[in-house]
């Protein structure tokens, strides 16, 4: 490299770990190593010592913004497919399934029957992706792509991205307690970035109209219906359709670590809700029904949807 223009440097040291995950991005899997990385020589060659190439340069983590011997280089298996795109195409081609995922913790496994946490949560799925023809749905944990087992969902980005562009895949996904197997060809994932660069908004009509919002106080939260004078107060998208607006949140609840006033409950247990009337009803079945907990679907105001788990009681 050539740290701070020096000129050519070279720096020694070891491998401390693989697959570190600095939440630099959905493709992080990097090697750890104390060899000096310094301004300058980010994006050089990590040898082993057989003067083989098995890494990138490409991180450091510094208060300083100077070598303290923490540094990341991205592993030769992630950076040789997209050289070879590079030299095809001059460009990258990422696969992509066109799903919006979170991880499956030890509540949202016991809510979904799974037994132990592993997979990918389906929490969305693109209109326009290849998820949705091929038969994905929210609420779908995804388990295993193309013969790879999914233990989590950080695993997922990396071996989407990893897989060529128009191949036809097997996605299992835990559905309903059961193994469903779904075929999926995989579109590209820089063209789903432009169509969401685009932001195209639907042009869906308010359900609840001019509906007087009556807040009721339900599993640590005031709700409302998803009026027009709610889309307006909290700025919430069309794209949101259906569902009950938080206006409130008891802060006692466990509910006030997971959700805000201004975020919409689209679901429980994976059945939709369009009043806070029908919310109620489901939420006292489950608890008949000897459920401790409910799992809710829930948007934020620019629609983005995530699962959160709230007890009953």
Same mark, same amino acid.
């Given at each position: ?126 209109? @326009?992706?290849? !998820?949705?023809?091929?038969?994905? $749905?929210?609420? &779908? +944990? =995804? /388990?295993?792509? %193309? #013969?790879?087992? *999914? ?6 980005? @990396?071996?989407? !991205?990893?897989?060529?562009?128009? $191949?036809?895949? &097997? +996605? =299992? /996904?835990?559905? %309903? #307690?059961?193994? *469903? ?18 932001? &195209?908004?639907?042009?869906?009509? %308010? ?107």
């Amino acid at each position: 490299g050539n740290p701070f223009g020096l000129g050519g440097t070279v720096t020694a040291g070891i491998v401390s770990a693989r697959n570190r995950n600095i939440d630099s991005g959905p493709y992080d899997n990097y090697l750890q190593t104390d060899a000096s990385i310094n301004k300058g020589n980010s994006g050089g060659p990590l040898f082993n010592m057989a003067g083989e190439v098995i890494g990138v340069n490409t991180a450091i983590l510094s208060p300083s913004g100077g070598s303290i011997g923490i540094g990341f280089a991205s592993p030769s298996s992630t950076v040789l497919p997209v050289i070879s795109q590079l030299r095809e195409f001059g460009e990258t081609r990422r696969g992509w399934l066109g799903v919006r995922i979170q991880n499956v913790d030890d509540s949202i496994a016991d809510s979904l029957g799974l037994g132990k946490a592993r997979g990918a949560l389906v929490a969305g799925i693109d209109e @326009k992706g290849p !998820a949705r023809p091929a038969g994905l $749905k929210t609420g &779908d +944990v =995804i /388990v295993r792509f %193309d #013969g790879r087992d *999914v233990k989590e969902s950080r695993d997922l980005p @990396k071996i989407v !991205a990893a897989t060529p562009v128009g $191949k036809a895949v &097997d +996605v =299992i /996904v835990m559905r %309903d #307690g059961k193994e *469903v197997t779904k075929s999926v060809t995989l579109g590209r994932l820089e063209d789903g970035e432009k169509l969401a660069a685009r932001g &195209d908004k639907g042009n869906n009509a %308010d359900a609840n109209g001019g509906e007087k919002a009556t807040p009721q106080k339900l599993l640590g939260m005031s709700l409302s219906p998803l009026s027009d004078t709610a889309r307006q107060k909290y700025q919430i998208k069309d794209s949101v359709k259906l569902g009950v607006v938080v206006t409130g949140v008891d802060r006692e609840s466990a509910a006030s670590e997971k959700v805000q006033a201004g975020d919409v409950v689209v679901e429980i247990n994976q059945e939709p809700v369009s009043n806070v009337e029908a919310l109620s009803a489901r939420a006292r079945a489950l608890k008949d029904a000897g459920k401790k907990t409910a799992l809710l679907l829930v948007a934020n105001a620019g629609g983005d949807v995530r699962f959160v788990v709230v007890p009953l009681n």
